[in-house]
């Protein structure tokens, strides 16, 4: 079992329609959790991180933790164009020497107009 | 906030060449650097940890004698990439950490990436 595991899609929504991503990890003792975005051909940008079981919201993006089922999600509303990417989920995972990210592989979003 | 610069942007070598490639973070202190490698449409594959004022910490399968990593500052770090080879073509990704208090210590935030092409 992968350590984050992602559906690598790619998953398609018309514009303005709501687009859902998932992720499932299999370590209990995560307790950090984060959304990059990437397009093609460039680095890893940002979105949102959470901590707390729940839902935190900014802007257009709704992230979701629920660490008795292992899971996170990332809602993005009013899907645009421009939010056609790769969203890659990321896990903090405790080492020896401190703690690193692990990701997904990843899931392929387009948006169409 | 949390800016992370590379340099070059883009490299083009030949083969048997050495080539270094610098990680800068800009507005924040980062004890922690991470170097990644990407191939095309392929995942982020860490290549080794590094903390500042210390040996990097290199994930299994990559060679530590071919890819150089210093740590020397809170600001910046170094990967060099030794006697490159065409395998070794890729997008070098790196990623920095802050120290408590600045940002969130947990968070990385990545450069632009260096797109290395060896001849």
């Known amino acids: 079992q992968k350590e984050v595991e992602q559906n690598s899609g790619p998953l398609s929504v018309p514009e303005g329609a709501i687009a859902s991503l998932n992720c499932t990890y299999s370590d209990r003792g995560s307790q950090s959790f984060f959304w990059y975005r990437q397009y093609s051909g460039k680095s890893p940008e940002l979105i949102m991180s959470?901590?707390?079981?729940g839902d935190k919201e900014d802007g257009r993006f709704t992230a979701q933790l629920n660490k008795a089922s292992q899971y996170v999600s990332l809602l993005i509303r009013d899907s645009q164009p421009s939010d056609s990417a790769t969203y890659l989920c990321?896990?903090?995972?405790?080492?020896?020497?401190?703690?690193?990210?692990?990701f997904g592989a990843g899931t392929i979003l387009r948006v169409k107009s | 906030g949390a800016v992370v610069s590379q340099h070059p942007s883009r490299v083009i070598c030949k083969s048997g060449t050495s080539v270094k490639i610098e990680c800068r973070s800009l507005d924040f202190q980062a004890t922690t650097m991470f170097w990644y490698r990407q191939f095309p449409k392929q995942s982020l594959m860490l290549m080794a940890t590094s903390n500042e004022g210390s040996k990097a910490t290199y994930e299994q399968g990559v060679e530590k004698d071919k890819f150089l990593i210093n740590h020397a500052s809170l600001t910046l770090s170094t990967l060099t990439v030794t006697s490159a080879h065409p395998e070794d073509s890729s997008f070098y990704i790196c990623?920095?950490?802050?120290?408590?208090?600045?940002?969130?210590?947990?968070?990385?935030?990545f450069g632009p990436g260096t797109r290395l092409t060896v001849l």
């Open positions: 990623s920095a950490r802050g120290q408590p208090g600045a940002f969130s210590t947990d968070t990385q935030y």
């Open positions: 959470i901590y707390s079981n």
């Open positions: 990321a896990v903090n995972k405790r080492m020896e020497y401190g703690n690193k990210l692990v």
